[in-house]
Protein backbone atom coordinates (compact mmCIF):
# COMPACT_ATOMS: atom_id res chain seq x y z
CA UNK A 1 0.00 0.00 0.00
CA UNK A 2 1.17 3.68 -0.75
CA UNK A 3 -0.08 7.38 0.45
CA UNK A 4 0.12 9.65 -1.38
CA UNK A 5 -0.04 13.31 0.03
CA UNK A 6 -1.35 16.44 -2.29
CA UNK A 7 -1.03 19.79 -0.20
CA UNK A 8 -3.82 22.19 -2.03
CA UNK A 9 -4.76 25.76 -1.67
CA UNK A 10 -8.32 26.39 -0.30
CA UNK A 11 -9.17 28.42 -3.43
CA UNK A 12 -8.40 25.55 -5.72
CA UNK A 13 -10.13 23.10 -3.53
CA UNK A 14 -13.14 22.52 -5.34
CA UNK A 15 -11.80 22.33 -8.43
CA UNK A 16 -8.86 19.83 -7.55
CA UNK A 17 -11.44 17.38 -5.88
CA UNK A 18 -13.24 17.03 -9.25
CA UNK A 19 -9.73 16.45 -11.04
CA UNK A 20 -9.45 13.75 -8.37
CA UNK A 21 -12.82 12.11 -8.67
CA UNK A 22 -12.43 12.28 -12.59
CA UNK A 23 -8.97 10.63 -12.21
CA UNK A 24 -9.95 7.90 -9.86
CA UNK A 25 -13.14 6.92 -12.34
CA UNK A 26 -11.44 7.15 -15.33
CA UNK A 27 -8.75 4.67 -13.69
CA UNK A 28 -11.18 2.71 -12.07
CA UNK A 29 -9.83 3.47 -8.78
CA UNK A 30 -11.18 3.21 -5.27
CA UNK A 31 -8.64 4.29 -2.90
CA UNK A 32 -8.07 2.19 0.29
CA UNK A 33 -8.70 5.41 2.40
CA UNK A 34 -9.37 9.41 1.47
CA UNK A 35 -8.35 11.48 4.57
CA UNK A 36 -8.29 15.24 5.15
CA UNK A 37 -7.25 18.10 6.97
CA UNK A 38 -6.67 21.69 7.38
CA UNK A 39 -3.31 21.99 8.22
CA UNK A 40 -2.01 24.91 7.53
CA UNK A 41 -3.88 27.63 6.97
CA UNK A 42 -5.44 28.51 3.69
CA UNK A 43 -3.84 24.50 2.75
CA UNK A 44 -5.74 20.92 2.98
CA UNK A 45 -3.39 18.08 3.62
CA UNK A 46 -5.47 15.26 1.51
CA UNK A 47 -3.79 11.27 1.98
CA UNK A 48 -4.81 9.09 -0.66
CA UNK A 49 -3.93 5.44 0.17
CA UNK A 50 -3.57 3.14 -2.63
CA UNK A 51 -3.88 -0.66 -2.74
CA UNK A 52 -1.80 -0.49 -6.06
CA UNK A 53 1.86 1.32 -6.07
CA UNK A 54 1.85 1.84 -9.97
CA UNK A 55 -1.54 3.26 -9.30
CA UNK A 56 0.12 5.39 -6.98
CA UNK A 57 3.24 6.43 -8.71
CA UNK A 58 0.47 7.33 -11.64
CA UNK A 59 -1.86 9.57 -9.95
CA UNK A 60 1.14 11.29 -7.93
CA UNK A 61 3.00 11.95 -11.50
CA UNK A 62 -0.84 13.09 -13.30
CA UNK A 63 -0.76 15.80 -10.30
CA UNK A 64 2.33 17.24 -9.40
CA UNK A 65 2.10 19.15 -12.14
CA UNK A 66 -0.24 21.17 -10.62
CA UNK A 67 -0.07 20.91 -6.90
CA UNK A 68 2.39 20.42 -4.71
CA UNK A 69 2.49 16.43 -3.91
CA UNK A 70 4.63 14.67 -1.38
CA UNK A 71 4.65 10.70 -1.32
CA UNK A 72 4.71 9.06 1.96
CA UNK A 73 4.72 5.36 3.63
CA UNK A 74 1.71 4.89 5.54
CA UNK A 75 1.45 4.13 9.38
CA UNK A 76 2.94 0.87 10.95
Do not use: K
Not at 7 to 17: P, R, V, Y
Not at 49 to 67: G, K, P, S, W, Y
Request: proline share 5%.
Amino acid sequence: MRVVEVHISIAALGETFSTMRRWLDHNHCTPVNFDYASDPPGEVVVEIAFDEDDLAEIFQQDFEQDEQISTVSPAS
